[in-house]
């Protein structure tokens, strides 16, 4: 299958034909230009993914076509190519907007990496120019699904932290959509128009983060055969989005800090100062406050961080939003699978409220559509419900939910049972809140506010009878 499109641009026939023979073997549609003017004229015609071309040209040379790129498609990458490397030139082409420069006689692996990694940051870059318009209906916050009181809570949070520069922490389970509230935060804001970075840091090997974040230059390691810029340098007059922050290496959580304290920091081998202007958000599933105490993520840096929190609920604090969110996510996947919309049952929905909801929103997400896939019928019942969702209380909370029989305000004794289970964890913990929240399965600041909302501060304290 063909993938990206590449402008070649040389003088010389036989530095051509290598170009071409190495670029499409690796599958890439290739185009070609014998000089700067032929190049420019194409260039107006179609637009390219990349361009490679060669510095040192008549008439028109690889500078002016550098700049040409600029002024026709800004989303276009270019390499340089040249046999008469100087300083002085590969200035000049990084300066017009060059994303490498490569001497001639080239290595094919070098020159099919480079490539390979232009056409990665072009996309980003292309992905990001064009995040306004591809999926601002689905990340800005009054779209966000939820009318419940801890999502409204999210909401204000996004609308008065968005438009300012103040770094963000979103904590919350895994799949309670920290990654859409980022980008929420970033669309509201005055950065909109620049990128916004991600990168998720325990998906990437302690060995190979920092490089990622800082860039590298050549040499700077084993396999180092270009320089290479970091989601720093990218993200510049942007937001960069640091997912899964509590896994970031001890070591690299020190250079961090002090790159969001000054903004500038050196690539991986590399003796450049490079400033850049970044907006930080920071995302964890876990507790970062707990893993600060425990030593193993660095006090400073969570406190840098930690400038505005945001504290996204688990759907089993939020059980009155599944409703909405189904149907949500009904309308796209009709949409996308070409169903027709399946109406979930008071039946089916009892059983979902239930249920405790490990996966979050996005195992609400799947369930639902694989009922649209599945489910004949335009009604999903009970029995079209995965077994798991049909599982009764456990006993115990059974006990505790006797009914007598003059009756009972549903309200006042779910607000007792609750304030009940708090007093017994906060007893229990010695008054310890971290572990408290732990025997709720609660995040510790969800406890706190529930304890002052509630008015429970007496009852929870280490000496309470």
């Not at 017009?96 to 870059?125: C, H, N």
């Not at 007059?237 to 690299?252: R, Y």
């Not at 105490?293 to 929190?309: K, M």
């Not at 456990?394 to 009914?403: D, G, R, V, Y």
Request: charge should be neutral.
């Amino acid at each position: 299958m063909a993938k990206e499109k590449i402008l070649v641009v040389d003088d010389e026939p036989g530095a051509i034909d290598v170009l071409v023979n190495v670029l499409r073997k690796e599958n890439y549609q290739v185009t070609t230009a014998g000089d700067g003017d032929e190049a420019l004229k194409i260039l107006r015609e179609s637009s390219y993914h990349l361009v490679l071309t060669d510095l040192n040209m008549p008439n028109v040379d690889g500078l002016e076509v550098l700049r040409g790129v600029k002024r026709i498609n800004g989303g276009t990458v270019c390499i340089v190519l040249t046999g008469c490397g100087t300083i002085d030139n590969a200035v000049a082409a990084m300066k017009s907007g060059a994303y490498d420069y490569i001497m001639k006689p080239f290595k094919i692996d070098e020159l099919t990496l480079s490539v390979k990694r232009a056409l990665e940051y072009q996309g980003l870059k292309n992905e990001n120019r064009n995040l306004k318009r591809l999926i601002s209906s689905e990340y800005r916050s009054e779209n966000f699904i939820g009318d419940s009181e801890p999502m409204s809570r999210v909401f204000n949070l996004i609308e008065k932290v968005s438009d300012t520069d103040t770094t963000v922490l979103i904590q919350g389970e895994s799949g309670t959509g920290k990654e859409l509230v980022a980008r929420a935060v970033h669309l509201h804001s005055h950065r909109s128009e620049g990128p916004f970075v991600p990168i998720n840091c325990a998906a990437i090997p302690r060995d190979l983060l920092e490089s990622e974040l800082f860039g590298h230059v050549k040499g700077a390691f084993t396999g180092a055969t270009l320089s290479r810029p970091g989601r720093f340098e990218m993200a510049d007059d942007g937001t960069l989005f640091l997912d899964e922050i509590a896994e970031m290496p001890p070591e690299l959580q020190v250079k961090l800090l002090r790159v969001l304290q000054d903004q500038k920091f050196e690539r991986l081998g590399g003796t450049k100062t490079i400033q850049v202007n970044v907006r930080i958000l920071a995302a964890t599933n876990k507790n970062l406050e707990k893993e600060t105490e425990a030593g193993r993520f660095r006090e400073d840096l969570f406190y840098r961080l930690n400038v505005i929190p945001i504290h996204l609920p688990s759907l089993r604090e939020r059980i009155s939003d599944i409703p909405l969110l189904i149907r949500h996510f009904q309308r796209r996947f009709s949409r996308e699978k070409k169903r027709a919309v399946k109406h979930f049952s008071k039946e089916a929905l009892q059983c979902l409220a239930s249920y405790p909801w490990v996966g979050n929103v996005r195992e609400l997400e799947n369930l639902v559509e694989r009922m649209t896939i599945l489910v004949d019928g335009d009604v999903v019942g009970p029995t079209d419900l995965p077994e798991k969702f049909h599982a009764p209380l456990k006993p115990a909370a059974m006990q505790a939910l006797e009914l007598p029989a003059q009756g009972i305000r549903l309200n006042d004794a779910v607000e007792d049972f609750e304030n009940t289970l708090i007093i017994k964890a906060m007893k229990r913990a010695g008054g310890v809140k971290s572990k408290a929240a732990r025997l709720l399965d609660l995040n510790r600041t969800t406890l706190v506010e529930k304890i002052k909302k509630k008015n429970l501060d007496g009852w929870t304290s280490p000496g309470m009878h």
